[in-house]
C-alpha cells in the first residue's frame, strides 16, 4: 500500500514571490492582466491570499505592472483623471480601444467607462462637461477668471497646475507644441507640459490665457524667459 504524502500550504511567502507568480501567470495566458479565477486555476499559490496581502486584487494587479479590468465603484474622477492622462499621452482623443492597446497607457480598461455612463461617447461627453464646469471648491482659482484666493497674503493663483486646467490647455491646443509642433499623436516619444507663458515667478497667472502646451524639450530651453 503506497504512502500519503500532505501538500502544506506555505507560510511568510514575500510580496516579490507572489507578484513575480502573478506576472508568470499572465505571460503563461498571453494576457496583461489576470482574474482570480485564472489565477487559482494556473498559478502557485491562492488568490485570496494575494488578494489579503495587498489590500485588493486590483492592488496587486497594479503593483505587478498589470492592467485592472474589473473595477467596482470608482469615483468619477479617479476616471476622468486616468482618461486625461491617456489623452495627453497619445497626444489626441482617445478612442475605446485606446484604453485596452498597450500596458501601462491606462490605468483602466474601457469597460468601467461603458458601464458608469452607459456607453464609451456618453463617457467622453460627460468628461468633457467635468472639465468644462468643474464643481469641487478647489477648481475655483482654475476657471481661468483669475479669481484671486481669499486670506493670503500674495493675492495670487498658485503656482501648481490643476489637472482640469491642464487638460483644458491640451485640448484647446490640440496636444501640439506651441513652439516647435511636436506631438506625441506624431512622434509617441514626445512628452508635452503645462507651462506658464509669462512665468509664475515673475508674476504670471495660472489661469487659462497664461498657460499653453509645450513639448518637455521647449519646455526646458524657454526655461524661465517670456516668449
Known amino acids: 500500500m503506497g504512502k500519503f504524502e500532505l501538500t502544506l500550504n506555505r507560510k511568510n511567502i514575500s510580496k516579490e514571490e507572489l507578484l513575480n507568480d502573478l506576472k508568470r501567470v499572465a505571460h503563461s495566458t498571453?494576457?496583461?492582466?489576470?482574474t482570480m479565477v485564472t489565477y487559482d486555476q494556473k498559478g502557485s499559490f491562492c488568490s485570496n491570499a494575494i488578494r489579503r496581502r495587498f489590500g485588493s486584487w486590483n492592488t496587486a494587479l497594479e503593483t505587478a505592472g498589470l492592467k485592472v479590468v474589473h473595477t467596482f465603484n470608482n469615483p468619477e474622477e479617479a476616471l476622468f483623471l486616468n482618461l486625461a492622462d491617456v489623452w495627453q499621452r497619445?497626444?489626441?482623443?482617445?478612442v475605446y480601444r485606446d484604453l485596452d492597446k498597450a500596458v501601462g497607457?491606462?490605468?483602466f480598461s474601457a469597460k468601467p467607462y461603458?458601464?458608469?455612463?452607459?456607453?464609451?461617447?456618453?463617457?467622453?461627453?460627460?468628461?468633457?462637461a467635468y472639465?468644462?464646469?468643474?464643481?469641487?471648491?478647489?477648481?475655483?482659482?482654475?476657471?481661468?477668471?483669475?479669481?484671486?484666493l481669499k486670506n493670503s497674503r500674495s493675492k495670487r493663483t498658485p503656482r501648481n497646475i490643476n489637472w482640469r486646467l491642464r487638460v483644458m490647455v491640451l485640448i484647446r491646443d490640440?496636444?501640439?507644441?506651441?513652439?516647435?509642433?511636436?506631438?506625441?499623436?506624431?512622434?509617441?516619444?514626445?512628452?508635452?507640459?503645462?507651462?506658464?507663458?509669462?512665468?509664475?515667478?515673475?508674476?504670471?497667472?495660472?489661469?487659462?490665457?497664461?498657460l499653453q502646451t509645450l513639448c518637455s524639450v521647449c519646455n526646458?530651453?524657454?526655461?524661465?524667459?517670456?516668449?
Open 220 to 227: 526646458i530651453g524657454k526655461s524661465n524667459e517670456i516668449l
Open 174 to 210: 490640440n496636444c501640439i507644441c506651441k513652439i516647435c509642433g511636436a506631438s506625441p499623436a506624431k512622434d509617441s516619444s514626445v512628452v508635452l507640459h503645462v507651462d506658464h507663458i509669462k512665468p509664475w515667478s515673475k508674476g504670471g497667472e495660472t489661469c487659462l490665457e497664461n
Open 114 to 128: 461603458v458601464k458608469r455612463f452607459g456607453s464609451w461617447n456618453k463617457a467622453l461627453e460627460r468628461f468633457i
Open 90 to 94: 497619445l497626444g489626441r482623443q482617445p
Open 131 to 148: 472639465i468644462n464646469n468643474p464643481s469641487a471648491d478647489a477648481s475655483k482659482i482654475y476657471n481661468g477668471e483669475k479669481t484671486r
Open 105 to 107: 497607457r491606462s490605468k
Open 30 to 34: 498571453g494576457k496583461n492582466t489576470v
